[in-house]
């Protein structure tokens, strides 16, 4: 049994970076028919690692489940972002309990980034001993050995050091018409509230060739959208030795040919004139840009490492919105960082006004076990957080609306992606600047991308009817 160690984290980044073949065991023979129930938490990069969890235990014969009473293997892949997380994690393993209790072959496994927390493999030893695996974000190429070699007791088959990039990964896509596209692993930021760069590594590129060569496929297999993924995509090929950059590599994958490229997550401090020039200069790029705030307060983004002022992320603002006006310009802000004063909140007011997001991801700052703010003083009420919160989120929204407004009675490209959740006869999907639009039209619709008039715009979509 190995532990995770979150404080060799910053070591490891003198390790060297090993770039292979994943060796994947496929036998269908081996859990043929049996059933697995998956649940994933988290952001993108989980809801993507779900994917090629899915192709993997495929392989070995189980098929998929969504009611936990059927299931022979749960695997909960987690987040740990911020503390509720953990909580609805734990509240949900409580259920796989109870199941087990009538089904003593039933397996439940963990996996993702609370894997990779050192408190929770002890927790998980201590007080739930009927967890049959725990496997982390560096070894789930793995998970089909691990169940074919899984012991009668709590296994722990974390890595805490990485340093391998697979490549020949297969993935079970959710999507016949958007992909997700890993093009770099890890974070090496380390702002200080982040776990992140503890529980996904360091930061490790793909091969850029390697990258391309799954986009041409994705494109000769349908796929009208590919978005590139990483905690941190503009720092993209700063780690490996003659890569190209991350506007190289977009201009590239522009070459491609595919309709539609998105990319999530941009840091304000990587986001060079380059980038912006390959954003407005290629028609396939779409207009849509995340970039996260965290706060508007010079001080407090010191003390978060965030490695930009106040006055530099609004002149990076103004710069974009210059060249690419028509871009919608989305950002996470967190409130009530430790220390963090009322002028300082104050200061993020003063920015959510002068960018108008187009939306806002908001949270309150919570204590991640191991990050250096968990150290720091905090005395601001849990109170007086959820106060400044729910007025940063009625601005946000009023922003928004604003946002949406702007596209009454304007015809935009909609590719349509699924059925909407509005009711029968109706589809949904995105606009190029990631707007939620609901049209109504039949099912022969989704996969287009279609020509629709907008006719009404609420604060988080907008409804709209296909132009003849
Ligand atoms: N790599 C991305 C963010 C990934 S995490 C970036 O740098 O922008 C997504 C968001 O969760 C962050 O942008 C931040 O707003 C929020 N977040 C991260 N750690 C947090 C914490 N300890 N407390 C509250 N929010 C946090
Ligand atoms: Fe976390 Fe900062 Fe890395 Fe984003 S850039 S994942 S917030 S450490
Ligand atoms: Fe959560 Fe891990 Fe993503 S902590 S936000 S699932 S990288």
Redo the contacts with the bound molecule.
């Keep these: 049994m190995k532990l995770p160690d979150l404080q060799k984290a910053k070591i490891r980044n003198q390790s060297e970076v090993k770039y292979c073949e994943a060796d994947i065991l496929r036998d269908r023979s081996l859990f043929q028919g049996k059933k697995y129930f998956l649940k994933t938490y988290g952001?993108q990069m989980n809801v993507h690692d779900s994917e090629l969890i899915k192709n993997l235990i495929e392989g070995i014969g189980f098929i998929e489940t969504d009611s936990l009473k059927d299931a022979d293997l749960v695997i909960l892949n987690t987040c740990a972002?911020?503390e509720n997380a953990h909580d609805k994690v734990f509240g949900f393993l409580g259920r796989c309990k109870h199941e087990k209790a009538s089904r003593k072959d039933m397996i439940i496994s963990i996996c993702g980034c609370m894997a990779q927390e050192p408190s929770v493999c002890e927790e998980i030893l201590r007080k739930h001993k009927y967890v049959d695996l725990v496997f982390g974000t560096h070894n789930i190429h793995d998970l089909p050995n691990m169940l074919k070699n899984k012991m009668s007791e709590t296994s722990i088959e974390v890595e805490s050091i990485e340093g391998n990039v697979y490549e020949n990964l297969e993935y079970k896509r959710d999507s016949k018409i958007e992909a997700w596209i890993n093009i770099m692993y890890g974070?090496d930021?380390f702002?200080t509230?982040?776990?992140?760069p503890y529980t996904r590594g360091k930061q490790r590129s793909r091969r850029s060739e390697n990258i391309l060569k799954e986009i041409e496929k994705l494109k000769y297999e349908g796929y009208k959208e590919v978005t590139l993924l990483g905690?941190?995509v503009n720092a993209y090929g700063k780690d490996i030795e003659d890569e190209l950059s991350f506007p190289e590599l977009l201009a590239r994958v522009s070459d491609t040919g595919i309709d539609r490229i998105r990319f999530v997550?941009s840091?304000p401090w990587d986001f060079t004139d380059e980038l912006i020039d390959v954003i407005a200069s290629r028609k396939n790029i779409m207009p849509y840009i995340h970039l996260?705030l965290?706060s508007g307060s010079s001080r407090i983004l010191k003390l978060m490492g965030r490695r930009y002022t106040k006055e530099e992320y609004l002149e990076l603002y103004e710069k974009i919105k210059k060249r690419i006006p028509d871009a919608a310009i989305t950002t996470?802000?967190?409130v009530g960082f430790p220390g963090e004063t009322a002028e300082d909140f104050e200061e993020t007011l003063d920015v959510v006004r002068k960018c108008k997001y187009d939306n806002a991801?908001t949270?309150?700052?919570?204590?991640?076990v191991g990050?250096p703010?968990e150290k720091l003083e905090d005395p601001i009420t849990k109170e007086e957080k959820e106060e400044r919160l729910k007025k940063l989120n009625v601005l946000v929204n009023d922003y928004s609306l604003e946002a949406n407004r702007k596209y009454l009675g304007k015809t935009v490209d909609v590719l349509i992606t699924g059925p909407s959740e509005k009711g029968e006869n109706i589809v949904c999907g995105y606009t190029e600047t990631m707007k939620l639009v609901n049209i109504t039209g039949g099912s022969d619709l989704i996969g287009t991308i279609a020509k629709v008039k907008i006719k009404e715009a609420k604060s988080f979509s907008l409804d709209g009817v296909i132009e003849k």
């Design positions: 952001c972002i911020r974070c930021k702002c509230y982040c776990i992140v905690q941190n997550t840091h996260p965290q996470d802000i967190i991801f949270f309150i700052f919570s204590k991640r990050t703010a």
